[in-house]
């Protein structure tokens, strides 16, 4: 079936710098892959929508400068949490869908729990 | 727009029934089921594109109610490994992003 690998798993940060989460599909091209943040005891909340080649789309109140996302390559999605703070601390997930596939589910990666000291 | 899910939380022993319900107020294309553990990613489990659409997977089944717009999930006889958090998520047209009830948190006994 469809992988979507994500790293790191965990990433531990001091407050003010940057952080890049990578997203890859690794057995099928995804055109649009999705991040999602999860805070404790909560749901997963669509953060932006990653278009490969094209700018990305943001949900509302999420700041795109501060989110960066790359979509450079059709399996690669990367996501720059810029001049991290306490409160970015949470766990990031990627989902791309595989649409050649059968089934039609969409993929999430494992997850990067980030923490801002 | 978010599904509601209900129940928030049920506690079950081993080898009891239980269901989950999705619902939406807006049409809905299909929907899609995930656990998710403590600490890890969501993982899928089905999803239903038709309405009147059934299936199961082992002792898990779901079903889509397109008229009423709405999906259950039903787990029978649960095993230890079923608790999680159960989340639906729903797709009002193609190749939009899934978007997720607040998850309804399962917990099986001994």
């Known amino acids: 079936g469809a992988v979507v690998s994500q790293h790191p798993s965990w990433v531990i940060c001091k407050s003010g710098t940057s952080v890049k989460i990578e997203c890859r599909s690794l057995?099928?091209?995804?055109?649009?892959m999705f991040w999602y943040r999860q805070f404790p005891k909560q749901s997963l909340m669509l953060m932006a929508t990653s278009n490969e080649g094209s700018k990305a789309t943001y949900e509302q109140g999420v700041e795109k400068d501060k989110f960066l996302i790359n979509h450079a390559s059709l399996t690669l999605s990367t996501l720059t949490v810029t001049s991290a703070h306490p409160e970015d601390s949470s766990f990031y997930i990627c989902?791309?869908?595989?649409?050649?596939?059968?089934?039609?589910?969409?993929?999430f990666g494992s997850g990067t729990r980030l923490t801002v000291v | 727009q978010q599904p509601v899910q209900s129940p928030q939380a049920v506690i079950l022993r081993e080898g009891e029934d239980a269901v989950i319900n999705c619902s939406s107020s807006k049409a809905l294309y299909s929907v899609h089921w995930y656990r998710q553990k403590h600490g890890e990613a969501p993982v899928f489990l089905m999803i239903l594109l038709k309405g009147g659409e059934q299936k199961g997977h082992e002792k898990i089944s779901a079903s889509f109610n397109e008229k009423k717009q709405q999906s259950s999930l039903y787990l029978t006889a649960s095993q230890l490994s079923y608790s999680g958090t159960y989340f639906c998520g729903t797709l009002h047209s193609g190749n939009t992003p899934l978007v997720f009830g607040k998850g309804t948190r399962l917990s099986v006994i001994a």
């Open positions: 057995d099928f091209q995804a055109t649009t």
């Open positions: 989902s791309a869908r595989d649409t050649t596939g059968v089934g039609y589910g969409y993929t």
